[in-house]
T-cell receptor, first 113, second 114 residues
Framework: ELKVEQNPLFLSMQEGKNYTIYCNYS?????LYWYRQDPGKSLESLFV?????AVKQEGRLMASLDTKARLSTLHITAAVHDLSATYFC?????????????FGKGTKLSVKP | KAGVTQTPRYLIKTRGQQVTLSCSPI?????VSWYQQTPGQGLQFLFE???????NKGNFPGRFSGRQFSNSRSEMNVSTLELGDSALYLC?????????????FGPGTRLLVL
């Protein structure tokens, strides 16, 4: 059974600081997704990582994927209050003709002034 | 391009009733997946449809069912509602099935079972 573990689950940061969220998964997959969810809202796609060594950046967020270590990271640079949200990583089960996402529990990020 | 739409957005039901939720995917998307989100269990996969066929199913009881129509719109049905079915139900669509495409999520239907 595929398991996806995120840590930390809760993260309180000060504005201007850097931090990294980790996402470990337990079985082979080379497709990993990061989503953001604001309170009471749906999921917003941030990054799609499709190969080993993939790195993508958007603004203050950078995501990377190491398929050999079964690890993805979401790095936050110089955090601002607008980044406060819950961040989910999700792994796509690698099966022919099937596709569904297994999500981590989410990391609730709070950025304080 | 319009996003994924879900109706209704909010729903209150009582135990034992049944409910039908609707999802319209992004135009041209043929794969529709359903997820349940609760504070305790997080986001859990329910099922996925592609070209009117259920291709994959999560670990939920048979009270949860779904279907997809020829225009790719999908419905999910929950019969004999239980208190634990209270959740945010999210629908997601993508262009293809299992192709590493981004899944785009709708706003969700928030179901409260009393």
């Amino acid at each position: 059974e595929l398991k996806v573990e995120q840590n930390p689950l809760f993260l309180s940061m000060q504005e201007g600081k850097n931090y990294t969220i980790y996402c470990n998964y337990s079985t082979t997959s080379d497709r990993l997704y990061w989503y953001r969810q604001d309170p009471g809202k749906s999921l917003e796609s941030l990054f799609v990582l499709l190969s080993n060594g993939a790195v993508k950046q958007e603004g203050r967020l950078m995501a990377s994927l190491d398929t050999k270590a079964r690890l993805s990271t979401l790095h936050i640079t110089a955090a601002v209050h607008d980044l406060s949200a819950t961040y989910f990583c999700a792994v796509d089960i690698k099966r022919r003709s099937q596709g569904n996402l297994i999500f981590g529990k989410g990391t609730k990020l709070s950025v304080k002034p | 391009k319009a996003g994924v739409t879900q109706t209704p957005r909010y729903l209150i039901k009582t135990r034992g009733q049944q409910v039908t939720l609707s999802c319209s995917p992004i135009s041209g998307h043929r794969s529709v997946s359903w997820y349940q989100q609760t504070p305790g269990q997080g986001l859990q996969f329910l099922f996925e449809y592609f070209s009117e066929t259920q291709r994959n199913k999560g670990n939920f009881p048979g009270r949860f069912s779904g279907r997809q129509f020829s225009n790719s719109r999908s419905e999910m049905n929950v019969s004999t509602l239980e208190l634990g079915d209270s959740a945010l139900y999210l629908c997601a669509s993508s262009l293809v099935l299992g192709g590493g495409e981004t899944q785009y999520f709708g706003p969700g239907t928030r179901l409260l079972v009393l």
